[in-house]
């Protein structure tokens, strides 16, 4: 509150400011009484389901060994806090505090830590840590499914922490005027978190009128009793799916106060606190010294500081939003959520430092909330159409240009809860689902205010835009979003197979969800690349979508020859080299461990022991118990079989209509013959039904003839739906291609190469035992040459021309000779003899061209019938 005061504190060697004094009268210049009040809220989701066996890493596990959601109150040891919240000034985006270069790094304003006390690490530049009060309850977990706020405010002393939004203007002596305010209660309440007009009574809560009547809904956090969600553990019981965490110590959190607190002592005045709570409202007396406290202090007159203490600061200086202006400095606060790289060792600075998982912005709007008299007396203060119609929360899901649409199975790139789009003053003028306005202010009618609007925001609830905005039901609006999230797929588990490498985020944990994106149409996979982008692209509100299909993931499919710089090709390749070992008994050959302990330290890289040391004291016996052969499928029931279901008329490459998506037996048979066509119909150009079927990556070209060379990813699972030619098609054949909104395939990468992470774990390339049918029988040998014409009139038939009948006819009869008939078919004497083998191809047997050395160690069993 900035005035120009009589009764200043004058400046050094000058008289203080006496209206009756001609030369020496109040001037135009702005004299401050009242500390500058910040207020900032932060809202944490957890987006998780209940996880069935929670770690205890970073969860908190209750008495009855429940999911309680993320503990951000953990230490790995006491003075080790686990999570932790950087704020900024310095937003250039290009700088973060995880770059490895300090010139890197933007300069730290302040943090935040969620436990209690005051021993925790130092922050990077000497930024002052905030942190939970002694007297305050403590940080509760982030449950799944739901929400915490974090702010401060004013403690009423009924366990409410209030910020102001202005006041009412009364006329002197009427009384305490109601509050335009926010309130945080960190107690297990059923509102724990509110936005108060005043409206209905002096306590009561604002609805958001910005929406039709119909779908209007109270801005606070909504009761469990109300709405439908996942069920959280039922110890402790929770009344609101939104928690609090008050963070008031050494002073209450803003982003707009000095980091450090205002000064206590200014010229000749001193502050002189009104409350016990550390840093909350007092003024300036004069001769108050608070370092050095007298019995007079508080009969002081109040006196106004000749400069205000915010007088320095550019943005805090303007009554109203900074935003991205054109060509400008990026304005605002960043702010980044930070975890320990290793969330059960202590904090070290090289060794285990902390990590950030996500960012956000915060925008900084100013505005007179106390005003002394009428409206009229301050002009036309407050009265800015940028704090009109501009006050809000930035929330997750204003960005992008074109307008998603609601409840259908079009995925729409907007309903993204994970992007770090930050908005501005142009891409947010409205929300771009249903024409609404974002950054506007709700208006109120009752009563002269300060500040006749307040700031929508949905603190403590799902954000606006993830709405469905035809719901009627107020609980059910705030919490049900109108389509699923895209899973961001994060295995905190063993992998079940190779493929599931595909799902593995190939970026740093502070550039992953900046550069996330969902499956973006056109271009082929095989050449198409995924390629990093700059922060300031990714960031930039007005920038086209990705246009990389989930970007926050490495193509491993890509291998285009002369393609981008610096980009990886070929990585299909690690999946031939990897594996998950079965869980069938006797495919290892277990170790003692005893024998390769490290009781004798290992100094050299060719100790025997270095690769078995326990766990990994096992030799693979190299067993695949269980896997079906992809080459040896011979009938459409086996293949139907892998995927629990029957296949439907093979017209697209990806049926979806399967109990696991999968191509259709038609597909998958054509791709493995290779050839295109009828398969029951011989190619001239091939000497083979079966030209490509599933093998290592590197076979590609070891084939009798040019045209059955193959590109190397479609000799793997990573095959393109029609690999009939050296270069791979555009589409995969195992990728789905799902639209049902729980498991669309162009939101969700899991659902989307689905059958590619299965599969691995189903099938095999490779057959280990065999059963052997051996018929010997006896026949007479004629000359070929009298069967040629027949030959050639048939082969003529099918197309062929006179010249590749002759090499066919060469390639069938090499020697010139063919079968005739068995002997002794005219006296009735035919000799057959006839043996049934199992041969297991995994026991050792020496191989040397006409030599047995120990080849019949593999026959398993044999059976001569005849």
């Given at each position: 509150?900035?005035?120009?005061?009589?009764?200043?504190?004058?400046?050094?060697?000058?008289?203080?400011?006496?209206?009756?004094?001609?030369?020496?009268?109040?001037?135009?210049?702005?004299?401050?009484?009242?500390?500058?009040?910040?207020?900032?809220?932060?809202?944490?989701?957890?987006?998780?389901?209940?996880?069935?066996?929670?770690?205890?890493?970073?969860?908190?596990?209750?008495?009855?060994?429940?999911?309680?959601?993320?503990?951000?109150?953990?230490?790995?040891?006491?003075?080790?806090?686990?999570?932790?919240?950087?704020?900024?000034?310095?937003?250039?985006?290009?700088?973060?505090?995880?770059?490895?270069?300090?010139?890197?790094?933007?300069?730290?304003?302040?943090?935040?830590?969620?436990?209690?006390?005051?021993?925790?690490?130092?922050?990077?530049?000497?930024?002052?840590?905030?942190?939970?009060?002694?007297?305050?309850?403590?940080?509760?977990?982030?449950?799944?499914?739901?929400?915490?706020?974090?702010?401060?405010?004013?403690?009423?002393?009924?366990?409410?922490?209030?910020?102001?939004?202005?006041?009412a203007i009364v006329e002197p002596g009427i009384g305490a005027p109601p509050f335009h305010r926010i309130e945080l209660n960190p107690n297990n309440v059923a509102e724990p978190v509110k936005l108060v007009d005043a409206e209905g009574g002096a306590n009561s809560v604002a609805r958001y009128d910005l929406d039709p009547a119909a779908t209007q809904f109270p801005v606070s956090a909504p009761a469990e009793a109300t709405v439908s969600l996942p069920p959280a553990p039922a110890t402790p019981a929770r009344l609101s799916v939104a928690d609090v965490a008050i963070i008031n110590e050494p002073r209450r959190l803003t982003i707009s106060e000095p980091a450090g607190g205002y000064p206590s002592v200014v010229g000749n005045v001193g502050f002189y606190p009104t409350s016990s709570e550390p840093g909350e409202e007092g003024e300036y007396r004069f001769g108050v010294d608070p370092a050095n406290p007298k019995p007079d202090d508080a009969t002081q007159p109040a006196k106004a500081i000749d400069t205000p203490l915010d007088d320095g600061d550019d943005e805090l200086r303007q009554l109203d939003t900074v935003f991205n202006e054109?060509?400008?400095?990026?304005?605002?606060?960043?702010?980044?959520?930070?975890?320990?790289?290793?969330?059960?060792?202590?904090?070290?600075?090289?060794?285990?430092?902390?990590?950030?998982?996500?960012?956000?912005?915060?925008?900084?709007?100013?505005?007179?909330?106390?005003?002394?008299?009428?409206?009229?007396?301050?002009?036309?203060?407050?009265?800015?159409?940028?704090?009109?119609?501009?006050?809000?929360?930035?929330?997750?899901?204003?960005?992008?240009?074109?307008?998603?649409?609601?409840?259908?199975?079009?995925?729409?790139?907007?309903?993204?809860?994970?992007?770090?789009?930050?908005?501005?003053?142009?891409?947010?003028?409205?929300?771009?689902?249903?024409?609404?306005?974002?950054?506007?202010?709700?208006?109120?009618?009752?009563?002269?205010?300060?500040?006749k609007l307040i700031p929508t925001n949905t603190l403590g609830f799902l954000n606006r835009t993830f709405m469905n905005k035809t719901e009627g039901d107020v609980g059910k609006i705030r919490v049900q979003p109108t389509e699923p999230f895209p899973w961001m797929t994060w295995?905190?588990?063993?992998?079940?197979?190779?493929?599931?490498?595909?799902?593995?985020?190939?970026?740093?944990?502070?550039?992953?969800?900046?550069?996330?994106?969902?499956?973006?149409?056109?271009?082929?996979?095989?050449?198409?690349?995924?390629?990093?982008?700059?922060?300031?692209?990714?960031?930039?509100?007005?920038?086209?979508?990705?246009?990389?299909?989930?970007?926050?993931l490495e193509n491993l499919r890509y291998q285009k020859v002369g393609g981008a710089d610096r980009v990886p090709r070929n990585l299909y390749r690690l999946l031939d080299y990897v594996e998950t070992p079965s869980l069938f008994v006797g495919t290892q050959k277990w170790l003692n461990p005893a024998n390769y302990k490290a009781t004798t330290p290992i100094s050299t890289a060719d100790d025997p022991r270095l690769v078995f040391q326990p766990p990994f004291n096992a030799v693979s016996e190299f067993r695949q118990p269980g896997r079906i052969n992809l080459n040896t499928?011979?009938?459409?029931?086996?293949?139907?079989?892998?995927?629990?279901?029957?296949?439907?008329?093979?017209?697209?490459?990806?049926?979806?209509?399967?109990?696991?998506?999968?191509?259709?037996?038609?597909?998958?048979?054509?791709?493995?013959?290779?050839?295109?066509?009828?398969?029951?119909?011989?190619?001239?150009t091939s000497p083979t039904m079966f030209a490509n079927p599933f093998r290592s990556a590197d076979t590609g070209d070891l084939v009798p003839l040019p045209?059955?060379?193959?590109?190397?990813?479609?000799?793997?699972?990573?095959?393109?739906?029609?690999?009939?030619?050296?270069?791979?098609?555009?589409?995969?054949?195992?990728?789905?291609?799902?639209?049902?909104?729980?498991?669309?395939?162009?939101?969700?990468?899991?659902?989307?190469?689905?059958?590619t992470t299965r599969l691995p774990n189903l099938v095999t390339t490779r057959s280990n035992v065999y059963a052997v049918w051996v018929?010997?029988?006896?026949?007479?040998?004629?000359?070929?040459?009298?069967?040629?014409?027949?030959?050639?009139?048939?082969?003529?038939?099918?197309?062929?021309?006179?010249?590749?009948?002759?090499?066919?006819?060469?390639?069938?009869?090499?020697?010139?000779?063919?079968?005739?008939?068995?002997?002794?078919?005219?006296?009735?004497?035919?000799?057959?003899?006839r043996g049934f083998y199992i041969i297991d191809r995994t026991i050792p047997a020496g191989f040397e061209p006409g030599v047995d050395h120990n080849a019949e160690n593999v026959i398993r069993l044999r059976r001569r019938i005849e």
């Open positions: 509150n900035t005035t120009d005061e009589a009764d200043e504190d004058p400046e050094p060697d000058q008289d203080a400011a006496d209206s009756s004094d001609p030369d020496n009268e109040p001037g135009g210049q702005l004299d401050q009484l009242y500390r500058p009040r910040g207020a900032f809220f932060l809202e944490l989701f957890n987006p998780w389901p209940v996880a069935p066996a929670p770690s205890a890493d970073v969860h908190d596990r209750t008495a009855a060994s429940e999911d309680g959601g993320i503990e951000l109150a953990k230490e790995s040891v006491p003075g080790s806090p686990v999570w932790r919240i950087l704020v900024t000034r310095e937003t250039d985006v290009t700088k973060h505090p995880d770059a490895p270069a300090p010139t890197d790094r933007p300069e730290i304003d302040r943090g935040v830590y969620f436990t209690k006390g005051g021993t925790f690490p130092a922050l990077p530049d000497m930024a002052p840590a905030f942190y939970v009060g002694g007297t305050v309850p403590p940080v509760p977990p982030v449950r799944p499914g739901r929400y915490l706020v974090v702010g401060s405010g004013t403690d009423d002393g009924a366990g409410n922490y209030i910020a102001h939004l202005g006041q054109a060509g400008g400095a990026p304005a605002g606060r960043r702010i980044f959520l930070q975890r320990l790289a290793n969330p059960l060792l202590p904090y070290d600075a090289d060794f285990n430092p902390y990590r950030t998982i996500d960012e956000t912005r915060a925008y900084v709007t100013v505005f007179s909330g106390r005003l002394a008299g009428t409206e009229e007396d301050n002009g036309d203060r407050n009265s800015s159409p940028k704090i009109r119609g501009t006050f809000s929360s930035i929330e997750r899901g204003y960005k992008g240009m074109n307008p998603p649409s609601d409840g259908d199975a079009t995925p729409d790139q907007d309903f993204d809860l994970w992007s770090q789009r930050y908005p501005d003053k142009e891409a947010d003028v409205k929300d771009m689902r249903a024409g609404v306005p974002l950054r506007a202010g709700l208006r109120r009618t009752v009563g002269d205010y300060s500040l295995n905190n588990r063993p992998f079940v197979s190779s493929g599931e490498l595909e799902l593995v985020p190939r970026l740093p944990s502070h550039l992953l969800l900046s550069n996330f994106a969902m499956y973006a149409a056109g271009g082929s996979p095989y050449d198409t690349p995924t390629e990093d982008k700059l922060p300031d692209e990714m960031l930039d509100p007005k920038a086209e979508e990705a246009e990389d299909s989930f970007a926050h499928i011979f009938s459409q029931n086996v293949w139907e079989d892998l995927f629990h279901g029957t296949s439907a008329t093979p017209t697209t490459p990806n049926v979806t209509g399967l109990t696991h998506p999968g191509p259709p037996w038609a597909d998958f048979a054509r791709s493995r013959r290779g050839l295109g066509g009828n398969p029951l119909t011989l190619d001239a045209t059955m060379v193959r590109a190397g990813v479609d000799c793997t699972l990573q095959r393109s739906i029609d690999p009939t030619t050296a270069a791979p098609g555009a589409t995969p054949l195992f990728e789905a291609t799902t639209t049902k909104l729980h498991n669309h395939a162009e939101r969700n990468p899991f659902f989307r190469k689905q059958p018929t010997i029988g006896f026949f007479e040998v004629e000359d070929a040459g009298q069967n040629q014409a027949a030959f050639q009139a048939a082969h003529s038939a099918l197309g062929m021309s006179g010249p590749q009948i002759t090499a066919m006819f060469k390639r069938v009869y090499p020697d010139g000779y063919m079968l005739g008939n068995e002997d002794g078919i005219d006296t009735g004497e035919i000799r057959r003899m």
